[in-house]
């Protein structure tokens, strides 16, 4: 459901302005409209919004280094929390410069290692008694062992298929052969291994400080980095405040929830300043605030994947959160599968923060349901329940369903749903239009729903032929009225025909490419079964026949086989139900979306 909203203007004197908007801050429910222009152009504001970004990287670093074991100490009042910031960015940078020096030595020791440990003074000694040594490295097939006369060559080292060298000449003697010449280093393979562990003990070093931060100054930043929130949603208020009577009145708007005006009123009503509040203009582009109950408002998270509806809608929500409840649990379609996906969902719900906890819930919802639909395809880890030779399975194998009776269900419940939607259009269309504007709409499901029911009768309950045929034109006539002569009573009726044939067109070929999505949820939950099987039956035929170390090998493939079967199964039971919702389901509702989400201006909730 759309909570109801009121559209509130305000006129305030300046003087009085920025206590009038710690107040309403303080109520937090209003929702500020925004200026189409100005904000995004604030110098001010984008330094804010940057800084705020700095401290939301800065803590998620912090974060990694707090174990479970560490409860970071409370902030402490008055604390410069962008020196803090600054003190650990600079811990940071230190730590980014000692990262890079140790890359390059690593490096320069990978270079030099080859030459081994010698002395730069001891080359200085021969250079003075009148000796030069060039080094140089080349392909094993290219060393040529008149170089060791020529040039008295001597090999240092060959790595693969590179050979080190160097040569031992006067001063001025050209040394011309076809290898390539290697400088050396100012240190030598030992001083730089030296200096690699240097480097090391001062990032362990400066690694500690920042866990010491992390610990004494988590709390401080996380605090810091709310009030800067804080500032930025206050800023942003400012820019959508407009100056009015020479900058003496300031002139604000907003949306309130109807369920919260009595706070707004309370707090207004008092503090005297002017202000109107009315219902929101047909044009006026009002937030959206979802107000479901507990089990729709697990769903509306994946309804905000797609777009939220406009305020002129029907919210969505709770008609298909059952379908993708039901599409889950037979798209999965594994009775083990789902056992292991609840009580995963119950421990970590345990465990998980506040804001996590809805997850975790659906989670729940999900595995339930994975439990029920898995037992009602006759699924067990792989293995066929059906065709089991289990005493105690026998009275329950009644409501199993085979492979066939799955694919039709897949088609019943694709049919059901679409449906569904159809009739929420309608009923949406009476409502925001009037009943008018609904006609054609409610001409199609007395076609389908009609002559549909009327099919089935004459079938399965032996009607007699001639009133089945009154029935046909009866449904088929009334709903053909509606569809191609009073679609829009306002329209010439030849346009109306027209229009009525495109539409017929677009239905046709839309509910048939709809209906036939839908077999998908067979196609998905056929394929995780089968690959369960797959697993078991490797497991089986790949143990071998060792005592114990078989049983090993089979739990590893089955462990395995199957970890990855419900990875695979959870993933298109979630994608491709919402696919189902978000297009087939959202498509025949008349959904049109492109509302924007209630964000009242309140004080940022502490997180400490």
């Known amino acids: 459901m759309i909570v109801k909203m009121r559209k509130y203007s305000f006129l305030v004197y300046h003087k009085i302005y920025l206590d009038f908007l710690d107040k309403i801050r303080d109520i937090g429910v209003l929702h500020i409209i925004e200026k189409s222009e100005g904000v995004s152009e604030n110098e001010t504001l984008n330094q804010?919004?940057?800084?705020?970004?700095?401290?939301?990287?800065?803590?998620?670093?912090?974060?990694?280094?707090?174990?479970?074991?560490?409860?970071?100490?409370?902030?402490?009042?008055?604390?410069?929390?962008?020196?803090?910031?600054?003190?650990?960015?600079?811990?940071?940078?230190?730590?980014?410069?000692?990262?890079?020096?140790l890359q390059s030595a690593e490096r320069e020791w990978e270079r030099m290692e080859v030459w081994g440990s010698f002395s730069h003074d001891r080359l200085q000694e021969l250079e003075e008694a009148g000796f030069e040594l060039r080094f140089f490295c080349c392909n094993v097939r290219k060393f040529d062992q008149e170089w060791e006369v020529l040039y008295n060559a001597f090999e240092i080292d060959t790595i693969g298929t590179l050979r080190y060298f160097v040569t031992v000449n006067k001063p001025g003697v050209e040394v011309n052969i076809d290898a390539d010449p290697v400088r050396i280093s100012d240190n030598n393979a030992a001083e730089i291994r030296q200096e690699i562990e240097s480097v090391k003990d001062e990032i362990a070093s400066v690694k500690e400080n920042i866990r010491k931060l992390a610990i004494e100054h988590y709390n401080a930043i996380l605090a810091y980095s709310q009030e800067v929130s804080g500032e930025i949603d206050f800023s942003k208020v400012m820019l959508n405040t407009r100056s009015e009577v020479e900058n003496k009145v300031m002139l604000l708007e907003g949306w309130c929830p109807e369920e919260n005006v009595a706070a707004l009123d309370e707090y207004l009503e008092s503090s005297g300043v002017y202000f109107e509040s009315a219902e929101p203009a047909k044009e006026e582009q009002v937030p959206i605030k979802l107000k479901n109950n507990k089990f729709a408002r697990l769903y509306e998270m994946i309804g905000e994947l797609y777009d939220l509806p406009n305020y002129s809608e029907i919210d969505l929500t709770p008609f298909f959160a059952p379908f993708f409840l039901l599409f889950f649990g037979l798209c999965v379609g594994d009775t083990a599968y789902g056992l292991i996906i609840l009580l995963a969902a119950i421990f970590m719900r345990r465990k998980a923060k506040p804001s996590m906890k809805p997850v975790f819930s659906l989670a729940i919802w999900l595995g339930a349901s994975t439990v029920i639909l898995g037992f009602v395809s006759g699924t067990f880890l792989g293995f066929n329940l059906i065709e089991a030779e289990i005493p105690w399975l026998e009275k329950f194998k009644v409501i199993m369903l085979d492979s066939n009776q799955l694919f039709y269900t897949a088609l019943i419940v694709g049919i059901v749903q679409i449906l569904f939607g159809m009739i929420i259009k309608a009923?949406?269309?009476?409502?925001?239009?009037?009943?008018?504007?609904?006609?054609?709409?409610?001409?199609?499901?007395?076609?389908i729903l009609g002559m549909?029911?009327?099919?089935?009768?004459?079938?399965?309950?032996?009607?007699?032929?001639?009133?089945?045929?009154?029935?046909?034109?009866?449904?088929?006539?009334?709903?053909?009225?509606?569809?191609?002569?009073?679609?829009?009573?306002?329209?010439?009726?030849?346009?109306?025909?027209?229009?009525?044939?495109?539409?017929?067109?677009?239905?046709?070929?839309?509910?048939?490419?709809?209906?036939?999505?839908?077999?998908?949820?067979?196609?998905?939950?056929?394929?995780?079964?089968?690959?369960?099987?797959?697993?078991?039956?490797?497991?089986?035929?790949?143990?071998?026949?060792?005592?114990?170390?078989?049983?090993?090998?089979?739990?590893?493939?089955?462990?395995?086989?199957h970890g990855i079967n419900i990875f695979m199964a959870c993933l298109g039971g979630f994608v491709h139900p919402m696919r189902l919702t978000f297009v087939e389901f959202y498509k025949n509702a008349g959904f049109e979306g492109g509302g924007k989400k209630y964000k009242p201006f309140k004080q940022v909730e502490k997180q400490l």
Do not use: C
């Not at 539409?503 to 995780?528: E, H, K, P, Q």
């Open 427 to 447: 009923v949406g269309q009476v409502i925001r239009f009037g009943f008018a504007a609904s006609l054609a709409s409610w001409g199609w499901l007395i076609i």
């Open 48 to 101: 804010q919004m940057q800084l705020r970004a700095k401290l939301k990287s800065m803590l998620r670093q912090l974060q990694q280094e707090l174990t479970k074991d560490v409860i970071p100490k409370s902030a402490t009042v008055g604390v410069d929390g962008y020196a803090l910031m600054e003190s650990v960015e600079r811990q940071y940078n230190l730590l980014d410069s000692l990262h890079q020096k």
């Open 452 to 561: 549909g029911g009327t099919y089935a009768a004459s079938n399965f309950m032996g009607i007699d032929p001639q009133v089945t045929k009154y029935l046909y034109y009866g449904f088929g006539g009334l709903g053909a009225l509606l569809v191609f002569i009073l679609n829009d009573i306002k329209r010439n009726p030849l346009i109306n025909v027209g229009a009525g044939l495109w539409d017929t067109y677009n239905v046709a070929t839309g509910f048939l490419g709809d209906l036939l999505s839908y077999i998908r949820l067979f196609a998905l939950g056929i394929s995780s079964s089968v690959m369960g099987f797959v697993f078991n039956d490797l497991a089986m035929k790949m143990s071998g026949d060792i005592p114990v170390l078989n049983i090993i090998i089979m739990l590893v493939i089955l462990l395995i086989g």
